[in-house]
């Protein structure tokens, strides 16, 4: 790699860690600073709202992820099982409240600060709301709840919309107005929602640039460090439109220079298989997962993970014009609050625009709002598509379910099938 | 005068049933009637039955249906009730429905919905969303527009619009079946033995497949033959089970439960059947009244979100207080995140009130009862232990 090369990337990637400890480092020092603390989740995240309140903002998901990378989660679920949560649960929750249990340290090693408002974006995912009610009966804070209706038909209607910007309103405003002590400014919101949509702009960029061959960046496992400061604490953000501006000029030229993605052990030089994978990655073997790809050659070219906290790709963009309405249309239009049916369009559509060689699931134990329907996902694009499809199954934080042995043989023997229907269309040709 | 024994060995074939023989009369009976099925945990059957729809609560396929082909549609670690409930259509057995409605109880069930659409596209399939905010002119508002949207989709089925007044109508047979039915719960808090669980189960089951006008028929029969009938007293502990408001146990399991030294005196099986707590308006808008019952006047249960913390929970309490039960049985099905997240915030509200509690894992299709009857006995024993101190 050039020295300019690796100078870009550290750009994006310096800027990227700055931002996600800076986050920690105000969430620490809250109490001292007397900034008021909101924890929500990721899909349907109100980060710019949040912002107009001077709250800061943390993310029981993101300290699941960052504690399951550092292997910390193993021991967290177990004490969440050992305080009489189900072996059978969702392991985010549990490696949460374990984390709870044993002094709420942050994945930086200091104590995180019991939220002011559980800001309960009741979004995609039905358990959200039971960890939310379990966290409100352990910190016993103010708790706001934004229901949004799932798009059950395939759309989000004119009723769910109201629905949506009248609990904005009338709930979600007025207790982010009374916690913080700040006043609802509408055109401070209006702003981030502009930064918003620019980010926004460059992150379906990046993420569509996988449709070039090779592809310049893998958009499964890189892509979750791509989506990192939209889906979290920064939408909205000036560092978060730098931080896409610099990823933007760094796959540039990637793609000028026809390079392949870069992993933790350096650049992917042939690209032999391109996938479309569904459903979230294990943490806890983050690398080792990675590696059973790139090994192989196989880039991941899109993915249904990096869509969790929106989809952007299909063209919603935060509107300043109407902010609250923007807002729950955003909430509504993530992955996992479509239904089914769209949701294996959208994987079929992948498919055909990267031009991919097939279909990966990789299926969560914890996850039913991902998991449940999997199975006919997979046959369903087998038939429309023609291209092989696999199962994987792991979870996302239990280090209990990663079982490297059983996922590589299912790889190996998956990538075989590709190699295998590609003989056989070449003969056929 | 019908006695208990016939009337629940008709429940019981009715229950027994896999093919729905019952809806497929109902429906051959005339022509252009239609089977609307519906799941856990609450729908309003009121507007189905208005709409001349006979409303099918679809519970999965118990202990007693071999599931070959569900098991290729779900993971291992996933409950029992899609996959027996995929079996069930994919069979054939579930070919009279001509609509199913999957209310928002879960993410298994929400992603059915979206899978019925696929597997079975001549099926209307309707997902139907609750609301969580129960102000009037937020969840209220929204809730009217979920209902008056569902009495489109059933119009479009039966081919013209459903009149204020047929919902009225239907709304007050539906008043007249809660009442009935919490008659029975009634009746069995306080005299068990007249009214032994594993009937009232299946009583109450038979409100999922009969006509409402029959079922309302079936409950005053059991009503009044139980009362004449006498049958022996046991020393049981009175208990209240919770848990299972969507797989359902199976039958043997509550057998065993009584078999081990436990009155169940409550429970939260068939939400649906006494979900609004007082009778609906029957005069006035129709969809106005059921929308305002459902924010104000019904039921708990972990779907339903709790904005007041200081409540959470104590509807379990509540249901200890009114039926005088001596401790709770936790019965949830394996794999069931609303049920199993819910669970440590109820043995905590329990705990704080002084309620004894057990806890234990289900599955529809559980075979093996006997370690379940030792547990069960166990907290029988000690229940009565701690009543003599
Ligand atoms: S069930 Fe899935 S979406 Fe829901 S909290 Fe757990 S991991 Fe997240
Ligand atoms: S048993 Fe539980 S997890 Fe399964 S479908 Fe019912 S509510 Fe959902």
Redesign the interface.
Request: include cysteine; charge should be negative; hydrophobic fraction near 25%.
């Given at each position: 790699m050039s020295a300019v090369k690796e100078a870009v990337k550290d750009a994006s990637m310096q800027k990227q860690k700055e931002m996600i400890a800076g986050n920690y480092e105000r969430l620490a020092t809250a109490k001292e600073t007397g900034t008021k603390v909101v924890s929500t989740f990721v899909p349907g995240n109100l980060n710019e709202l949040i912002m107009c309140f001077d709250m800061v903002n943390n993310l029981p998901e993101i300290n699941a992820i960052q504690n399951g990378m550092r292997k910390k989660t193993g021991a967290l679920i177990l004490e969440a099982e050992k305080?009489?949560?189900?072996e059978?649960?969702?392991t985010y929750?549990k490696a949460d409240l374990g984390m709870l249990a044993k002094g709420n340290l942050g994945p930086d090693g200091r104590p995180l600060p019991d939220p002011d408002l559980l800001l309960l974006s009741?979004t995609g995912?039905?358990?959200f709301?039971?960890?939310f009610?379990?966290l409100?009966?352990q910190f016993?804070c103010e708790?706001a709840?934004l229901?949004v209706?799932?798009e059950?038909?395939g759309s989000f209607?004119a009723?769910?919309r109201?629905?949506v910007v009248?609990?904005l309103k009338?709930?979600v405003i007025p207790k982010l107005e009374r916690v913080s002590g700040v006043k609802f400014d509408i055109d401070r919101l209006r702003q981030y929602l502009k930064e918003s949509a620019r980010a926004e702009e460059d992150l379906v960029w990046v993420l569509q640039s996988s449709k070039h061959k090779p592809s310049p960046i893998d958009a499964y496992f890189g892509g979750t460090y791509y989506i990192g400061p939209i889906f979290t604490a920064f939408r909205g953000t000036a560092d978060a439109g730098e931080f896409y501006r610099l990823l933007r000029q760094e796959i540039a030229e990637r793609i000028a220079k026809k390079e392949g993605p870069v992993t933790p052990d350096g650049e992917i030089h042939e690209e032999r298989y391109r996938l479309v994978v569904e459903g979230p990655p294990n943490w806890t073997s983050f690398r080792d997962f990675w590696k059973m790809f790139y090994d192989e050659g196989a880039i991941v070219v899109a993915s249904t993970y990096t869509k969790v906290g929106g989809v952007y790709d299909l063209g919603f963009r935060h509107d300043p014009e109407h902010p609250l309405e923007s807002l729950a249309e955003y909430c509504a239009g993530c992955y996992?609050n479509r239904?089914?049916?769209?949701?294996?369009d959208l994987i079929e559509t992948y498919i055909r625009d990267y031009d991919a060689d097939g279909l990966l699931i990789n299926?969560i134990?914890s996850c039913?709002?991902f998991?449940?329907?999997?199975?006919?996902v997979l046959r369903?694009i087998e038939r429309r598509t023609g291209k092989p499809a696999a199962f994987i199954?792991s979870d996302l934080v239990d280090p209990r379910y990663f079982s490297p042995s059983n996922i590589r043989t299912r790889l190996e023997s998956y990538l075989q099938m590709i190699e295998q229907k590609r003989s056989t269309a070449a003969a056929a040709a | 005068m019908t006695g208990t024994r016939e009337i629940i060995a008709r429940c019981e074939s009715l229950f027994e049933d896999l093919d729905f023989g019952y809806a497929r009369e109902w429906k051959a009976a005339q022509a252009g009637r239609k089977v609307v099925g519906y799941m856990p945990f609450y729908v309003p059957r009121e507007l189905i039955h208005g709409s001349g729809a006979l409303p099918l609560g679809v519970l999965g396929g118990g202990d007693q249906l071999e599931v070959i082909q569900g098991d290729a549609y779900y993971q291992s670690y996933i409950c029992r009730i899609p996959r027996s409930t995929i079996e069930l259509a994919l069979s054939g057995r579930l070919d009279c429905v001509d609509a199913m409605l999957f209310p928002s109880i879960c993410d298994v069930i929400r992603n059915l919905s979206g899978m019925w659409k696929i597997l079975f596209p001549k099926v209307r399939s309707f997902y139907f969303d609750l609301p969580q905010n129960f102000r009037d002119e937020v969840g209220g508002a929204f809730y009217i527009h979920e209902l008056e949207e569902l009495r489109g989709v059933l119009a479009e089925l039966r081919g013209r619009g459903i009149g204020d007044e047929e919902i009225r109508a239907s709304i007050a047979l539906y008043n007249e079946n809660r009442r009935l039915v919490r008659a029975v719960y009634g009746l069995r808090s306080r005299e068990p033995w007249k009214a032994p669980s594993s009937e009232v189960y299946l009583l109450m089951r038979a409100g999922m497949i009969l006509a409402v006008e029959e079922h309302n028929r079936l409950l005053r029969q059991y009503i009044e033959a139980s009362q004449s009938e006498e049958r022996p007293r046991r020393d049981n502990a009175r208990v209240v089970v919770v848990g299972a408001f969507c797989e359902q146990p199976p039958l043997n399991l509550l057998k065993s439960i009584e078999l081990s030294g436990c009155y169940i005196v409550d429970d939260d099986f068939m939400l649906v059947n006494r979900w609004e707590r007082g009778d609906v308006p029957e005069d006035g808008d129709p969809v106005q009244a059921l929308a305002l019952s459902y924010l104000h006047n019904s039921g708990d249960t972990s779907a339903k979100y709790e904005p007041d913390q200081s409540k959470k929970g104590l509807y379990l309490v509540e249901a200890v207080k009114t039926s005088g039960a001596e401790g709770v049985i936790m019965a949830m099905p394996s794999f069931c995140d609303p049920a199993l997240l819910e669970r440590p915030m109820l043995q905590s509200v329990l705990s704080a009130h002084g309620i004894p509690y057990i806890a234990f894992k289900y599955a529809e299709n559980s075979g093996q009862m006997q370690p379940i009857r030792e547990q069960a006995g166990t907290f029988a024993d000690s229940i009565k232990l701690w009543s003599e101190q």
């Open positions: 305080r009489g949560h189900s059978d649960v969702c929750v009741y995912c039905f358990t709301m039971k960890w009610e379990l409100r009966h016993g708790t709840m229901h209706p799932y059950g038909d209607s009723n769910m109201d629905y009248r609990q009338e709930e996992t239904n089914l049916p769209s949701r294996i299926s134990k039913n709002s998991s449940a329907g999997q199975l006919l369903e199954e | -």
